[in-house]
T-cell receptor
Framework: QKEVEQNSGPLSVPEGAIASLNCTYSDRGSQSFFWYRQYSGKSPELIMSIYSNGDKEDGRFTAQLNKASQYVSLLIRDSQPSDSATYLCAPTGGGNKLTFGTGTQLKVEL | GAVVSQHPSWVICKSGTSVKIECRSLDFQATTMFWYRQFPKQSLMLMATSNEGSKATYEQGVEKDKFLINHASLTLSTLTVTSAHPEDSSFYIC?????????????FGPGTRLTVL
């Protein structure tokens, strides 16, 4: 079992729709969870952090965490073509090290 | 947000030479920095954790004598790829942990693309 699992996609959504990205993790000791966005050829950019169970909203982004189910998700409302990128889920493990999933490629179509 | 820089952004070198990459936290002090490598179409692979004033901790399978890490100050960590070979060609990215953030968030530098001929 992989430590962090994400559907590699591509996930295609029309412009203006809601994109839903999912992630499961295996380390029950993980306390903090991060979503990074990575454009092709660029480095990752932090877009959301979540620590507690439930939802956390920031602009068009909502992160959802369920530690009992070892599940974290990211919703992007009103998706724009500029949101087209790979989204990386990263729980924090020992030593504050991040464990990255392979990422989900999102394509927002006009 | 916290800003991390890397230099150079890209480098081309001959096989057998050494290449040094610098990672700087510009607006915060980073006691811990991380070095990653990313091959095309793959996810980030953590190479090592760099702590200011102490030896780096390398991930399993990463040759510490080949990838030398120095974290000389709270704002600077360097990665030196020694005797580089074509298989070392990759995208090297550093991140720095900002202890002032709520979740000890890590912020990434823009990356260094290394091509070894």
């Amino acid at each position: 079992q992989k430590e962090v699992e994400q559907n590699s996609g591509p996930l295609s959504v029309p412009e203006g729709a809601i994109a839903s990205l999912n992630c499961t993790y295996s380390d029950r000791g993980s306390q903090s969870f991060f979503w990074y966005r990575q454009y092709s050829g660029k480095s990752p950019e932090l877009i959301m952090s979540i620590y507690s169970n439930g939802d956390k909203e920031d602009g068009r982004f909502t992160a959802q965490l369920n530690k009992a189910s070892q599940y974290v998700s990211l919703l992007i409302r009103d998706s724009q073509p500029s949101d087209s990128a790979t989204y990386l889920c990263a729980p924090t493990g020992g030593g504050n090290k991040l464990t990255f999933g392979t990422g989900t490629q999102l394509k927002v179509e006009l | 947000g916290a800003v991390v820089s890397q230099h150079p952004s890209w480098v081309i070198c001959k096989s057998g030479t050494s290449v040094k990459i610098e990672c700087r936290s510009l607006d915060f002090q980073a006691t811990t920095m991380f070095w990653y490598r990313q091959f095309p179409k793959q996810s980030l692979m953590l190479m090592a954790t760099s702590n200011e004033g102490s030896k780096a901790t390398y991930e399993q399978g990463v040759e510490k004598d080949k990838f030398l890490i120095n974290h000389a100050s709270l704002t600077l960590s360097t990665l030196t790829v020694t005797s580089a070979h074509p298989e070392d060609s990759s995208f090297y990215i550093c991140s720095a942990r900002d202890p002032a953030t709520t979740y000890n968030e890590q912020f990434f530098g823009p990356g260094t693309r290394l091509t070894v001929l």
